[in-house]
């Protein structure tokens, strides 16, 4: 059974810094590409980050690129979401998800991601 559990969420100050952490199980995350989502109130979820199969591929929304960065460490099966410079706007739930391996280069689109975290929450605020 595939399953990804987050954590690493919590209240912070506009402009710090935290690290989700999402931990694999059932498989190596080494094995698909791997991707982070985030739901705020009132809004879809809209994709945020993946990291591909094979590690070479990294890819960012808009809004926050070159202030979160995605990484994995294969030895300890997780996925991590480094973001700095938050904004009270990157406020949300973020989920960790497992694509279809028809995804192996990487999508940031909901409908790509077959196994879902239950996610971690992400306050930004002062």
């Known amino acids: 059974q595939l399953q990804v559990v987050e954590y690493g969420g919590g209240l912070v100050q506009p402009g710090g810094s935290l690290r989700l952490s999402c931990v694999a199980s059932g498989f190596t995350v080494d094995s698909y590409t791997m991707g982070w989502f985030r739901k705020a109130p009132g809004n879809e979820r809209e994709g945020v980050s993946y990291?591909?199969?094979?590690?070479?591929?990294?890819h960012y929304r808009d809004s926050v690129e070159g202030r979160f960065t995605i990484s994995r460490d294969v030895a300890k099966n997780t996925v991590y979401l480094q973001m700095s410079s938050l904004r009270t706007e990157d406020t949300a739930v973020y989920y960790c998800?497992?694509?279809?391996?028809?995804?192996?280069?990487?999508?940031?689109?909901?409908?790509?991601?077959?196994?879902w975290g239950q996610g971690t929450q992400v306050t930004v605020s002062s």
């Open positions: 998800a497992v694509a279809h391996p028809s995804y192996s280069l990487g999508s940031l689109q909901t409908s790509s991601y077959n196994y």
């Open positions: 990291i591909s199969k094979s590690g070479v591929i990294t």
